[in-house]
């Protein structure tokens, strides 16, 4: 799992002062705690009021407010910092009832296994750590983050929605970039049971078939050439949680058995194994390919696809959801201003048209992309249109001409734009056009009668 950060504040609560310098001594090694130690439960209190410690080692018995009642005000103030119960072997009773109030646990003074200490240290912080992440991950993928007003997003929404309240397994669908990976961790992630357990994403294309196929269920020891120890497949590491299956159309037959399987009856053998594996693991896949072309093709099994295409979710393209790109544009300068640190307000309007009028073959990802690198490039306070890919910005020069016009008329339009422009900038005078553009009075004479464009 993940490792520790670096440093830690451990306050540690003992009337002892002997007991602070012993457990100060014994995790010394360590060279990751700094230590504050007080002497009742009334300066515990008054420090975490002050600045609140990673870890609280806080003795049971005490002159003044006993641990009990010091562990209940702790878990008032902030129920998540993981306290460590001391306890003498004469309250022992009381230890027990501390882990009702949210102790993470306790150790029995004197301290006869020390390493026992350091383990219980270190696990309290690591799980204390993975519930801030799990937290922070919970935030990130609220569904305000996942940005669309067009009635398509409203649709995926409310499936997304449903999806979270039932058991059901999803599919995914959508072309390449319209975040299929983001609705799926949105649904894990928002779903209160399963959010606190793995998710597990398998990119189906990214393994040759064998491979794949021990990459989801696992395998024996000795299972096949190379297999020296067993291993744990994803299907059992996301356990209580949620698998995400990515590309689904691109396994072969023999797994995509094992698949149907394991949703018809959550049970699966590992690889060269015969023990049977139950696992209560929400199947989520995606695809941007057609699985009925595939199913036609002999490629994928129809059985399967039924099942899984029993609750679909189709993600629009960007193209058919363009009034979303405006608040996309928005929300990913945003996160690009904020990463880079750059003085960035907004973008200009023309900038703003031609991300409106280009296509994004790429989608959502294509457009994070291109805010990205404009958000880098900028030098001005607005996205200008210079900063835009040149993909994007040829959308605009493209406007200029329809397809089907002639070169002759398109010329022609262009000469009309600029007479017009030039008249105007000099108020109808024919001799300063004139001059202006390089050309004769008497050319100017005809050209203006011509396209009806006023001269003095
Ligand atoms: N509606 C949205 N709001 C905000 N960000 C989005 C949205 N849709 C996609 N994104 C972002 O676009 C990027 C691509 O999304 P994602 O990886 O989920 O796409 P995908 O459909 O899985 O693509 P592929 O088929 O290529 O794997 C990600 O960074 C994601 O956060
Ligand atoms: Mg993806």
């Given at each position: ?57 806080l003795d049971i018995q005490?002159?003044?407010?006993d641990g009990i009642?010091?562990l ?12 460590i119960m001391i306890s003498g072997l004469d309250s022992l009773e009381k230890a027990v009832q501390s882990m009702k109030l949210?102790a993470?646990d306790y150790i029995a003074k004197p301290f006869k296994d020390?390493?026992r ?340």
């Open positions: 799992m993940s490792e520790l950060k670096s440093r830690y504040q451990i306050l540690i609560v003992d009337d002892d002062k002997n007991i602070a310098k012993l457990i100060e001594d014994t995790l010394k090694a360590e060279k990751k705690y700094d230590f504050t130690s007080v002497t009742n439960g009334e300066a515990c209190l008054k420090y975490i009021a002050e600045q609140m410690p990673d870890l609280i080692l005490m002159p003044g407010i009642e010091t209940r005000r702790i878990k008032e103030l902030d129920p998540r910092i993981p306290v949210g993470y020390k390493n200490l350091a383990v219980t240290i270190r696990n309290a912080l690591m799980t204390r750590d993975l519930q801030n992440e799990i937290k922070e991950l919970k935030q990130k993928y609220e569904f305000e983050n996942i940005i669309g007003k067009s009635g398509a997003m409203k649709e995926v929404f409310k499936s997304m929605e449903k999806a979270i309240n039932s058991k059901i397994s999803v599919l995914i669908l959508g072309e390449s970039g319209t975040g299929k990976e983001l609705v799926a961790r949105a649904i894990h992630y928002n779903d209160k049971v399963r959010a606190n357990k793995p998710f597990v994403a398998v990119n189906c294309s990214a393994l040759p078939e064998t491979l794949l196929e021990s990459e989801l269920f696992g395998h024996e020891k000795g299972a096949f050439t190379g297999a020296m120890s067993r291993r744990i497949g994803k299907f059992e590491q996301a356990n209580g949680g949620t698998i995400f299956l990515d590309e689904i159309g691109l396994m072969s037959p023999a797994t995509q058995a094992k698949v149907l399987r394991v949703l018809e009856d959550k049970k699966f053998e590992r690889v060269g194994g015969n023990e049977l594996i139950e696992v209560d693991v929400r199947v989520i896949s995606a695809t941007n390919a057609n699985l009925e072309e595939a199913i036609k093709k002999n490629e994928f099994r129809e059985d399967l696809y039924y099942r899984l295409n029993k609750y679909p979710i189709k993600l629009p393209p960007l193209r058919d959801r363009k009034e979303d790109i405006p608040l996309l544009a928005a929300h990913f300068i945003r996160k690009y201003v904020e990463q880079e640190e750059k003085e960035i307000e907004g973008i200009s309007p023309e900038a703003l048209e031609l991300l409106m009028a280009y296509n994004w073959p790429g989608n959502v990802r294509e457009l994070e992309n291109a805010i990205e690198r404009a958000v880098v490039l900028a030098n001005t306070k607005e996205i200008m249109s210079k900063d835009l890919p040149a993909a994007v910005r040829s959308i605009g020069e493209r406007k200029i001409y329809e397809s089907d016009e002639t070169l002759a008329s398109w010329i022609e339009r262009l000469e009309e734009q600029a007479l017009r422009q030039a008249l105007l900038e000099n108020e109808g005078n024919i001799s300063k056009t004139a001059k202006k553009l390089g050309i004769g009075r008497a050319t100017i004479y005809r050209k203006a009668k011509k396209y009806g464009l006023p001269i003095n």
